[in-house]
């Protein structure tokens, strides 16, 4: 007696990964957005009080920001100075400033 053995059929291989949105959860969704932008260098959007910032992808930052001594510093180098003055004209308070550097955390992936 023969007896059969079942197979499936093989998925062609491709050298791209496809990942779902609806695979990952929301922080992963943005951690792999930053990743990519990162890793191709690309700048990297915030928007803030109907303000849209422009950043570096995190390793393109400015060696200083290593040296901040604190967020203000260090978002402040980020931003570079005609955005942060842009930023600053708006008379921001504390809450806001942690809302913003949240929203620049969070859109680079730290």
Known sequence: MTTAKKTAAKKPATDE?????T???PDAVAELGAAVAEAKGDVIE???NG???TLPAPLDYPVDVVFAENDF????IVLGE??????????PTIR??????EK???????
């Open 17 to 21: 990964v496809t990942i779902e949105e």
């Open 23 to 25: 695979e990952l959860v």
């Open 46 to 48: 915030v928007e803030h």
């Open 51 to 53: 303000r849209r910032y």
């Open 73 to 76: 510093e260090a978002v402040r």
């Open 82 to 91: 005609e955005q942060w003055e842009q930023y600053r004209s708006t008379k």
């Open 96 to 101: 806001d400033f942690q809302l913003f550097h």
């Open 104 to 110: 620049i955390n969070e859109a680079t992936g730290k």
